[in-house]
């Protein structure tokens, strides 16, 4: 803390009638203080005009109320509402969240990573892409989100759950073979959803990819999709599943009479979603929000229980899906 800062400090103290310890904990810790003793020395600091700048906050509790959010992309919609929730944990617990994109390298994980170290509280990373060790060999508090590695806490949306829901709904309908539009390469989840379609199908899955999450990729597959015979399709996502649906708009394809099409997220509150359609209702803002309040926890020092934790999704049938014909 600067020279300058503890002596505006120390005028603060001698003003309320307090020392300069318990004026400090007052405006960084104020929980810690109780309500009479904060009030005056808030009311000394207005009248002063003192300002606890938070580089002098972190000196003072070690503490940077920055926590550093890494994502692979800020193209991939499935993103936003976990930020989202992240962002409104991170504000409501009196902390500050960056947002910083890795562009789907392991290498810019790491450097971002070695980077910010030392600048926040502790890191949260969704879809990560680095191997497990560079996880595992971390000394700062860190949250994996849709992504698991042993010994590492972590947040996964349960969609290969909701996937194999999905996929006994397409069996009762009576599919026989069902396309599965899958995931970037790379992807930790990919695999896992496609193994949960397959679970609750008990058909055959045709798969295909691994395809960009875009609009762009869905509508370019639809083709070879139509001629794989397949009498229902499923998105990775809804980015895939849009392209899909304005491709086969564009053909002349039926939905749901000539082809059943459903997605493993509806991108609750993004405007985006089909509202009739047979999609995975996803709660990500929960699985950001979540993810905060464990690696605060981390920060604190309390270990996090559970240290995995699944957030569940619900399967909403709608008009995209019918008995084959």
Not at 22 to 50: H, K, N
Not at 89 to 100: F, K, Q, T
Request: proline residues 7%; contains cysteine; aromatic residues 4%.
């Amino acid at each position: 803390m600067r020279e300058d800062s503890m002596a505006r400090l120390a005028d603060v103290a001698r003003k309320a009638g307090v020392s300069v310890a318990t004026a400090s904990r007052a405006l960084v810790r104020p929980e810690m203080v109780a309500e009479r003793t904060r009030q005056r020395v808030r009311d000394a600091a207005i009248e002063l005009g003192f300002r606890y700048h938070p580089s002098a906050q972190a000196l003072a509790t070690g503490r940077s109320r920055l926590l550093a959010l890494l994502v692979p992309d800020l193209t991939n919609p499935f993103y936003a509402p976990i930020i989202a929730g992240a962002q409104r944990a991170a504000e409501e617990s009196g902390n500050d969240l960056l947002v910083v994109v890795t562009d789907e390298s392991p290498e810019r994980e790491r450097q971002l990573i070695d980077r910010l170290r030392d600048r926040v509280d502790g890191f949260l990373a969704i879809a990560p892409r680095g191997a497990g060790s560079l996880f595992t060999s971390l000394d700062v508090p860190l949250v994996l989100v849709d992504r698991r590695v042993r010994g590492v806490p972590s947040v996964v949306v349960d969609t290969p759950g909701g996937l194999a829901e999905l996929g006994a709904h397409l069996a009762e309908l009576g599919h026989r073979r069902v396309a599965y539009l899958g995931g970037p390469r790379g992807s930790w989840a990919d695999p896992r959803r496609l193994e949960g379609l397959q679970r609750g199908l008990a058909h055959e899955v045709v798969a295909f990819g691994p395809l960009p999450p875009t609009f762009e990729a869905g509508s370019d597959i639809v083709d070879e999709l139509l001629a794989s015979e397949c009498t229902a399709a499923v998105a990775y996502n809804s980015a895939l599943f849009l392209g899909l649906l304005y491709r086969l708009a564009q053909l002349g394809v039926q939905v749901p009479e000539a082809l059943s099409v459903c997605c493993a997220d509806n991108l609750a509150g993004l405007g985006l979603a089909v509202p009739e359609a047979t999609a995975l209702h996803v709660p990500a803002e929960d699985a950001g929000s979540s993810a905060v309040e464990m690696v605060l926890g981390a920060v604190e020092g309390r270990s996090p229980e559970p240290r995995h934790r699944s957030v569940p999704v619900q399967l909403v049938i709608g008009k995209t899906t019918a008995i084959p014909h």
